[in-house]
């Protein structure tokens, strides 16, 4: 069996985005299905936190498996499912408006939350939870609009990509319907739950009851992964398969001038391809 390069080897959880770092679109990237396989091999739990709102836990589960990879919900740390979890903290079968797609709805809905339609008459609206939609449509703004400023409904966002990888190339992301919304209402997210937020790093270590040292985080995103990853401590490895560049990240390194912002954005590791992270 092949041994990890020397850095990582007092590591016992390995946290990978998925768009760009496990698949594009609906195609595998290389190798990807036996280098977690030899992971779960070395007794390295590995687990997925992606800002994707779109598809449910399940759907996740059955794609992986699709793939060659065998996974289970658990496994899965979503944005919708994320932020779900702390709305059902704050307020128990809330009334909400969503711009987003099933993953997102069905994370609510499963929890006991009211999904309200559009133009739906209502005396007062909880929240309106923003995700990826990509059937958006202008009626969609103007309710959400009205449940902002009318209807006392807290702003809420799944995440804040600009853009999504696909096979070819990149699409716009969840970013231009959160910008949309605050457009049109004046107001920003009281919170954003996906990365680079740490907040669902911080609840995997939690419910792993495992200490940041021993963590790493893998993606390909400097401005979500990485920049989740560094807040919350732990090792991070930027992997070129997705949208990050290797001069992307030389261009920070060399127009760093001392400023901790950037700083955050730098990995601790840059690979190819997620087979680097193994000697032959």
Not at 103 to 117: P, V
Not at 165 to 171: A, F, L, S, Y
Not at 177 to 184: F, I, K, L
């Amino acid at each position: 069996m092949r041994e990890l390069i020397d850095d990582l080897k007092k590591k016992k959880l390995f946290i990978f985005d998925l768009d760009g770092v496990i698949y594009r679109g609906k195609k595998l990237i290389e190798n990807v299905n036996k280098i977690i396989k030899e992971l779960r091999e070395m007794s390295i739990k590995v687990i997925y936190n992606t800002n994707n709102s779109t598809i449910t836990r399940e759907m996740y589960v059955d794609k992986l498996n699709k793939l060659g990879i065998e996974s289970k919900i658990s496994d899965f740390y979503t944005s919708a499912s994320i932020t779900t979890s702390e709305i059902t903290k704050m307020k128990k079968n809330s009334k909400v408006f969503v711009i987003g797609e099933i993953g997102l709805k069905k994370e609510l809905e499963n929890s006991g939350h009211i999904i309200l339609k559009e133009d739906e008459e209502v005396d007062n609206v909880d929240y309106v939870v923003v995700g990826l939609d990509r059937d958006l449509t202008y009626n969609k703004l103007y309710s959400a609009q009205k449940c902002i400023l009318e209807k006392g409904a807290e702003f809420i966002a799944t995440n804040s990509d600009s853009t999504l990888p696909v096979e070819k190339g990149i699409k716009p992301g969840a970013g231009v319907m959160v910008n949309a919304v605050t457009t049109c209402t004046g107001k920003y997210p009281k919170v954003i739950y996906g990365k680079p937020n740490p907040f669902g790093i911080n609840k995997i270590l939690e419910d792993n009851s495992l200490m940041k040292e021993y963590a790493v985080m893998i993606g390909d995103r400097l401005n979500t992964d990485i920049l989740a990853g560094n807040r919350a401590g732990i090792t991070t490895i930027a992997v070129l398969t997705g949208v990050t560049t290797r001069s992307e990240i030389e261009n920070i390194r060399i127009t760093l001038n001392n400023a901790e912002n950037d700083k955050d954005l730098l990995p601790n590791l840059i690979i190819e391809k997620l087979d680097d992270i193994f000697i032959s």
